[in-house]
């Protein structure tokens, strides 16, 4: 008797969860799923009246511009590299402040730079631009004073490409700082303090409990957030590059990535099928270094999988 | 009671005598750009318009005023998407091109002729062809001849101070003594005012007398396939390989060198304040013309008067594109009606400066009637005024002068054109011809990228053109590799094939 | 009402480690204040006059004050006020609703004996990776579903956002088992779980996400670009930002043009900074519940 019993019972939960997540999943299905169909059209010379389904498929024609450039390398390598560069400094700095944040939460004045350091997040890319272009102009720059006042010789820094990766990062990091560190800060608040009594009971320094309990209970969040820039490493930040770089031929060596390009082309043929095919590229490849990290995770720590 | 009746009935035909449609037509859609149109003035001119033309147009209006922010996301995915939308404007913001692919114009040639005869015959064959794409009309285009001429505007203030005359200056070189006086006098002023988009070049084509085909150009740079259009010529070349574009940057590197120029140029909204504050000194431009600066001096520069400073010796290319017009979504249910709404617009005075100006007495008021000039009504300006397209040239063209003016100075102005037409101007040998770069797309995508990140720095002056990672001689190779040939000989191909058909 | 299960006890940190303390404050401090500097700036901006920007740039103290760029923008009030409240409302209704919805998915998958976690979560992650693009997006809600200027469009397809998702997933997971199977041996239906034992315990966790949807949503502006034409409808953000985009236009407007010009860029700046007011406001709000993690009575030995 007991046995059916229980199966029933866990029916019923397997159903009430499946439930509980219905809502969820028709919108993601409706607003996300469907549309997808619009993928085809990197295949596809759309035209209205043809509508979606009837337009002529030319293959990988869309996909020439990008591939036949000679830059596309390049590109890649860019775009990849600076996001790489992102995803590291911003989780590293944001997990420190995150500790930081922990050892004086009891005061209120925590709460107060918590708020404050949330603030650049507000501003947007626009306005990121005017002041990082005030900051770096060779004119009359912020920067280039400081410099001489310290007798150092001003930069041209909009014509130098070697340092904009540095200056693409540490706008990166002042800007994502803040997000960020709430997150980590969220988890390492809910953290059982017994734990943290059980750790001093056994004679651990302030580093053991660092190291030993904090940033083991918020690995699952850096799991996260690593698979999310993964999974969208292929891809940059277009308002991030469009507004601080804008349209600087000098440094494009280093800061070109795949959006801008693509944007610039889309302006100029009004093909925006264009951006559909190479879209479709960034999402595949995207697809299998997740697919290949989420298998490693899985070997290592099956807990923290994505899926 | 029944005096309580009486009074209902009475009022009840009141107000459907003032009903916003006539009963019983159906209606269209006009989506158009409108700088201010607050709803209820809309529907206030809307209803003017319907007592007027409803019946003969045989549907009800409802006008869509889009703002310029979204003119460019909206009107391309209407057409795209086939969405209720029945006229849609064509501008500099959504070319006639563009909107030609995304598949949604509908062609008009049957219908021209057939419902809306008048407007057919408004234009000579000649302006009906410049408005063909593969052999059919897809759009009514707003014709309104103007000039463009490479010079300069700058405050007549500081030409006067430096006893500068604009007038004589015939090349680039002759404004260098203007320059170095700002520099020695005004520290803190530059002279030649650039933003990190367009402006800051000297790379003009009409300088030369070339005129752009094509569009083959970084997104925001110059016409770089060209036609020698003042000598009469129709063979398409690359402008970077000439020995007058090696010229034109080599002599723009000096000036960066002088420092005529910011070191970097600033944004569009920064390079505004400057300018309106007199801190960047002249806008070096292809297209002075014979327009009223007034507006323009007292909106961007800071209330001071700009002459607009022709250089002498620069004939004006004419040539006939659709810029500005009217075109009709091929979905649309009531293709019939939108074309004589049009027609309306432009052969009825009254729809047009309707459309344009808005109600007598609500919008505008006769500055002087019997020279048609128009003011805002008195205590209005163009913050409060409730509707005010600053687009007119949408619903006209110029002529058969059913418009009204804002200004004395507007009046004059088609006066001049005509007069610098007939003095100074000349006609393109590929007058009317209309280019169809489908087929090279993916070489000009790539002349896009190529042209962005070698060419425009050139072209400001932000790079020696002997630099021998990023000169010019990098930026010809990289020309080639991208596959500006291919494209040349596409145009050429086209251009050869079009004077055949029209035996010029 | 879930005090049977938990109990809230005052939070006990350690009162050592003092050196550690002033490191964290002389490392936050000045990362404070480059935060707040650009910000400062941004707002002290918006009453800079148009000289002192052109001449001097960005600075903590503009030499010169004027208050035309807030003129301009309420020259006309009752829009202003109306796109206010659309996006409050739109703000309102998406953050409740959307994160309610993320966090029963959320939860659902944290489960680790349901059936179907995996599966979903990677449903909800492939959607990351893949767009459809504007235009399916487009055909889908303004020739589909027949959303155009209307509140829905706004609110409807942002609700789900798959990292605040899966944040929360991760979150819930760190909630002991032991408390979850309490629960079930009383005779909880799962959703009284959620609602009685999880949520609670997760209250900074969901209290960010919904900050983070709340955000979003106040500064989105692509929807109403392409689906609103109403202006009674426009949300704050998009209102602000045709306002901007008009004054940049070229009015060659002839001899009526009055009126002093303010700067565009004050104008930028003073629409930003409306923009910022509520979420200020909103923030200290949630900050409030933002407490260190509630004891667990009851249970030991965990």
Redesign the interface.
């Known amino acids: 008797m007991k046995p059916r019993k229980t199966r029933n019972r866990q029916t019923t ?2 159903l ?3 439930l ?2 219905l ?3 028709l ?2 299905f ?10 085809i ?1 990197a295949f596809k010379d ?5 509508g ?1 389904f009837n337009s002529a498929w030319i293959g990988f ?1 869309n996909f ?2 990008f591939f ?4 596309a390398w390049t590109l890649i390598y860019n775009t990849v590299f600076l996001n790489f560069l992102f995803i590291v400094s911003v989780t590293f700095f944001s997990i ?2 995150a ?3 922990n ?4 005061w209120r ?1 925590a ?1 107060l ?12 890319w ?2 990121v ?3 990082s ?2 900051f ?6 912020f920067l280039n004073v400081v410099l001489g006042y310290w007798g150092l010789a001003p930069v ?4 130098s490409p070697e340092y904009w990766p540095l200056i693409m990062t540490v706008i990166s990091i ?1 800007k994502g ?3 960020f560190s ?2 980590y ?3 390492m ?6 734990l ?2 059980a750790a ?1 009971l056994d004679g651990g320094t ?1 580093l053991d409990e660092m190291f030993r309990i904090t940033l083991p ?1 918020i690995t ?2 850096i ?2 957030n690593l ?2 820039a993964l ?2 490493i292929f891809y940059a930040n277009f308002d991030f590059f469009n507004n601080v770089v ?5 440094i ?2 280093t800061t ?1 990535v795949i959006d801008t ?1 693509v944007m ?2 889309i ?6 099928n ?3 095919a190479v ?2 590229f960034q ?1 595949v490849c ?2 299998i270094l ?1 697919v290949g990290s989420n298998w490693l995770v899985r070997r290592m720590d099956n ?1 923290n999988a ?2 | 009671m029944k005096n309580l009746l009486a009074v209902l009935i009475i009022i009840t035909f009141a107000v459907a005598s003032f009903a916003q449609s006539v009963a019983g037509l159906p209606t269209i859609k006009f989506y158009f750009v409108a700088t201010n149109a607050t709803p209820d003035d809309v529907t206030l001119v809307q209803d003017k318009i319907n007592s007027l033309v409803a019946k003969k147009v045989g549907a009800n209006i409802e006008l869509h005023p889009l703002s310029f922010s979204e003119i460019t996301t909206k009107i391309p995915l209407l057409l795209k998407t086939g969405d209720d939308a029945d006229i849609v404007t064509v501008s500099q913001f959504d070319p006639y091109i563009s909107l030609y692919q995304t598949g949604g114009l509908l062609a008009l040639d049957d219908l021209l002729p057939k419902v809306a005869s008048n407007l057919y015959k408004l234009y000579d064959p000649i302006i009906w062809n410049a408005a063909k794409i593969k052999g059919r009309i897809y759009a009514v285009p707003s014709y309104s001849p103007s000039v463009s001429y490479p010079g300069i505007w700058t405050s007549k203030a500081r030409l006067d101070k430096y006893k500068f005359d604009w007038s004589k200056v015939k090349k680039w070189e002759d404004y260098e003594p203007y320059f170095d006086a700002i520099l020695a006098n005004e520290p803190g002023v530059t002279p030649i005012l650039s933003t990190d988009e367009y402006w800051g070049r000297i790379w003009f084509p009409n300088y030369y007398g070339f005129e752009g085909v094509g569009g083959v150009k970084s997104p925001k740079g110059q016409d770089l396939a060209v036609v020698d259009a003042v000598k009469g010529k129709s063979d398409v070349f690359a402008a970077p390989f000439t020995r007058e574009y090696e010229a034109n940057v080599t002599l723009m590197r000096k000036w960066f060198n002088k420092g005529y120029v910011k070191k970097n140029p600033p944004t569009e909204m920064e390079m505004n304040n400057l300018r309106s504050t007199g801190k960047m000194a002249a806008f070096l431009i292809p297209f002075a013309g014979e327009w009223d600066t007034t507006g323009m001096g007292q909106a961007e520069w800071g209330g001071a008067v700009i002459p607009q400073g022709k250089m002498a010796g620069h004939p004006t290319i004419r040539n006939i594109s659709v810029g500005t017009g009217l075109a009709i979504n091929k979905a649309s249910k009531n293709p019939e009606q939108a074309l004589k709404f049009i027609q309306e617009s432009y052969t009825n005075s009254d729809v047009q400066n309707l459309l344009a100006w808005g109600i007598e007495g609500v919008h505008w008021q006769w500055k002087d009637k019997s020279k048609k000039i128009i003011a805002f009504v008195d205590g209005k300006t163009v913050e409060n005024t409730g509707y005010y397209p600053n687009a007119s040239d949408q619903f006209r063209t110029t002529i058969n002068k059913l418009s009204y003016y804002r200004s004395e100075g507007d009046l004059l102005t088609d006066q001049r054109v005509a007069d610098s037409i007939k003095s100074n101007s000349v006609v393109s040998p590929i007058f009317g011809f209309v280019p169809d770069m489908a087929s090279v797309k993916t070489a000009m995508a790539n002349v896009a990228n190529v042209a962005a990140q070698y060419g425009d720095p050139l072209e400001k002056g932000l790079v020696d053109p002997q630099d021998p990672k990023i000169g010019l001689a990098v930026f010809r190779a990289k020309l080639k590799e991208a596959g500006i040939d291919t494209i040349l000989a596409e145009l050429q191909k086209q251009i050869n094939a079009w004077k055949a058909e029209n035996k010029k | 009402m879930y005090e049977e299960w938990i109990t809230k006890m005052p939070s006990s940190r350690s009162q050592s480690g003092g050196a550690v303390t002033w490191i964290s404050i002389g490392v936050l401090v000045p990362i404070c204040i480059l935060s707040v500097l650009p910000i400062w700036i941004l707002i002290i901006s918006s009453v800079a006059s148009t000289e002192s920007l052109a001449s001097f740039g960005f600075q903590i103290f503009p030499s010169e004050f004027s208050w035309e760029a807030y003129r301009k923008i309420f020259a006309q009030p009752d829009f202003i006020v109306r796109s206010y409240s659309v996006s409050i409302a739109v703000t309102v209704a998406g953050t409740l609703a959307g994160v309610a919805a993320s966090a029963l998915f959320a939860y659902v998958i944290s489960r680790q004996n349901f059936g179907g976690s995996n599966f979903l979560s990677f449903f909800l992650f492939f959607t990351l990776l893949f767009n459809g693009g504007t235009l399916s997006s487009y055909l889908l809600i303004s020739n589909f579903l027949h959303w155009k200027n209307n509140l829905l469009s706004l609110i409807v397809p942002l609700l789900i956002s798959p990292f605040n998702v899966l944040l929360l997933r991760s979150y819930f997971r760190t909630i002991p088992l032991s408390l979850i199977e309490s629960a079930r041996i009383d005779g909880a239906s799962e959703f009284r779980t959620f609602r009685s034992i999880v949520l609670p315990l997760s209250m900074p966790a969901v209290l960010t996400v919904g900050l983070f949807t709340m955000l979003m949503y106040w500064n989105d502006m692509t929807q109403a670009l392409l689906y609103i034409d109403q202006q009674y409808l426009y949300p704050l953000q998009y209102l602000l930002y045709k306002l901007t985009f008009n004054q940049s236009i070229i009015p060659q407007s002839g001899e009526q043009y009055t009126g002093t010009i303010a700067s565009p860029l004050a104008l930028r700046m003073g629409m930003a900074t409306i923009a910022l007011i509520p979420i200020f406001f909103s923030f200290l709000a949630v900050q409030k519940h933002f407490v260190r993690g509630i004891m667990l009575g009851g249970i030991k030995g965990d």
């Open positions: 939960y397997q009430q969860l499946w509980m997540a809502p969820c999943i919108l993601v409706l607003f996300n799923y469907v549309p997808m169909g619009g993928i059209l759309y035209s209205f009246s043809d979606i024609d020439k511009f036949q450039s000679g830059v420190l402040v500790l930081f944040l050892e004086i939460f009891k004045i709460k730079f918590q708020s404050v350091l949330f603030f650049p997040h507000f501003i947007s626009i306005i631009g005017y002041f272009y005030s770096l102009n060779a004119d009359n720059g041209n820094w909009y014509a002042w700082l803040g997000y709430i997150i800060l969220a988890g608040v809910s953290i059982n303090p017994e943290y009594e001093r302030k209970m699952p969040l799991y996260i698979f999310f999974g969208r804008k349209n600087n031929g000098l494009m060596s070109d390009y610039r082309s302006l100029v043929t009004g093909d925006f264009m951006a559909a879209g479709l999402g995207g697809f997740i807990e994505l899926f």
